[in-house]
């Protein structure tokens, strides 16, 4: 069963420097790979996803997530915080084995502080 | 292009009460999914829908909660009667492809 961990519960990084965000997943077969993002009181936003291709995937807000195989890992990351990026991000791999459902990880938040 | 519409934003019930919520999709997409979002976890799927058929609602729990897209565009889910543990966001999703792209859900608390 496909599967995706996000060991920190918090990251905590100083706005202009650089974030890093991690998941790990578990799948059979090719990994479909996505990052969400998600404000107070708002709906999930779709930040990046990998299916195929380049390891590093570029996505909205200045963000990207360098997909590893051999670790299977899939971590978001952002050369520069703002403090506008403290929010709730979760990964998620797409199950390939029914309905394509996402299973989601149990999210990070992310704290930038000035 | 307008993004997945739900309504309503907040609903504060009783226990043993129903409710029901309202998704509209991004037009054109075909797949529309209800996911439920606990306090601190990430969302689970309870049902998804291909057009008006039923592809997986295998997490649903069958015996309190209903869900119809009828003419395979807007969808409603519903519970009858809700419980303590119903207390979560709700949210709908729609994709056309791969990729998912949420409304920005309903806030549900049950007293």
């Known amino acids: 069963a496909q599967s995706v961990a996000q060991p920190e519960d918090q990251v905590n990084v100083a706005e202009g420097n650089p974030l890093t965000v991690k998941c790990t997943y578990s799948?059979?077969?090719?990994?479909?790979l996505f990052w969400y993002v998600q404000y107070p009181n708002r709906g999930l936003q779709f930040l990046l996803k990998?299916?195929?291709?380049?390891?590093l995937v570029k996505g909205s807000y200045g963000f990207e997530a360098e997909f590893n195989k051999s670790q299977t890992s899939f971590h978001l990351k952002k050369p520069s915080a703002l403090v506008s990026d403290s929010a709730l991000y979760f990964c998620a791999v797409r199950d390939a084995d029914s309905s394509y459902k996402l299973i989601f990880g149990s999210g990070t938040r992310l704290l930038v502080r000035p | 292009e307008a993004g997945v519409a739900q309504s309503p934003r907040y609903k504060i019930i009783e226990k043993r009460q129903s409710v029901a919520f309202w998704c509209n999709p991004i037009s054109g997409h075909a797949t529309l999914y209800w996911y439920q979002q606990i306090l601190g976890q990430g969302p689970k799927l309870l049902i998804q829908f291909q057009n008006n058929g039923v592809v997986d609602d295998s997490q649903l729990p069958k015996d309190r909660f209903s869900a119809e897209r009828l003419k395979g565009v807007d969808s409603t889910l519903k519970i009858q009667p809700a419980k303590l543990e119903d207390s979560a966001v709700y949210l709908c999703?729609?994709?056309?492809?791969?990729?998912?792209?949420f409304g920005a859900g309903t806030r549900l608390s049950v007293l």
């Open positions: 799948v059979s077969g090719n990994p479909y």
């Open positions: 999703a729609s994709s056309s492809a791969v990729s998912q792209y």
């Open positions: 990998y299916i195929t291709g380049d390891n």
